[in-house]
């Protein structure tokens, strides 16, 4: 139904998690799917388990020139772009009074301004063309805030914002504009929680479950297709129900 044959695509973050299981998704719908990060070893492992030619482009996205370069060679290697997904981001937690600026600096670097270069980057190809999907992986701190990740839960919702902003700008040109928040998902992080944490965190999620990564990334491969393309400037939810809105 969510057919990608013929599409090109870029994803950051996809040497694990989330960014993995989209650059999968993408994909097995049909794209070829470059693949972006600063993990080489487990980009290539990504790329061996899709089993098809994924381009490899390491990248840090606390580097400007770095992140200014990745579009153009994504676009080298695959002929052009038609979907860009920013999935990439980090996090240094700190209660507010306490944050130190490079602790706000660095998430801001990475999770916002890399994302506002990449996207700007890939519109005038995708505007050229006249179609492209720019799909923003946001989360649920950037929706409804989460204590201890003031800078996080800045930059996701600032992410939520741009693309907002964007979607009305670039509509006309058959570019949709959307974001994804995903709540509490399942990774070797959430593993390693004691039965207190994750008693914890269930409480607060009404499905009284975890969220996978395949789950965000059928998501993404949802609103990177056609069936997609009255859908922009969207916030798409992934969270159980903890924010319903």
């Known amino acids: 139904m969510f057919d990608l044959t013929g599409k090109r695509a870029l994803v950051t973050g996809a040497s694990g998690g989330i960014g993995r299981e989209i650059a ?3 994909a097995a719908a049909g794209a070829r799917v470059a693949l972006s990060g600063t993990r080489v070893g487990a980009l290539e492992d990504t790329a061996k388990e899709i089993g098809a030619d994924c381009p490899i482009l390491p990248c840090n996205l606390s580097n400007l020139d770095e992140v200014d370069r990745l579009v153009p060679a994504a676009e080298a290697a695959l002929g052009g772009l038609d979907i860009l997904v920013n999935n990439a981001g980090m996090t240094r937690d700190n209660l507010l009074m306490r944050m130190k600026d490079e602790e706000w600096d660095d998430v801001i670097a990475v999770n916002l301004t890399a994302a506002f270069h990449l996207t700007r980057s890939v519109l005038r190809g995708m505007m050229k063309q006249r179609h492209g999907r720019i799909i923003g992986i946001s989360s649920v701190s950037g929706v409804m805030g989460n204590p201890g990740q003031g800078n996080y839960a800045a930059s996701k919702a600032g992410l939520i914002g741009m693309n907002k902003a964007l979607a009305h700008e670039v509509a006309s040109r058959g570019i949709t504009v959307n974001s994804i928040a995903p709540g509490f998902i399942a990774s070797a992080m ?3 929680l004691n039965d207190k944490q994750r008693e914890s965190i269930l409480s607060t999620i009404p ?5 996978t990564a395949q789950e965000v990334a059928g998501c993404a491969v949802f609103l990177a297709s056609d069936a997609a393309a009255y ?8 969270n159980g129900g903890m924010a319903m809105i």
């Open 231 to 238: 859908i922009t400037g969207h916030t798409l939810n992934v």
């Open 24 to 26: 999968k998704a993408l």
């Open 207 to 211: 499905s009284g479950r975890l969220g």
């Open 190 to 192: 959430t593993d390693e």
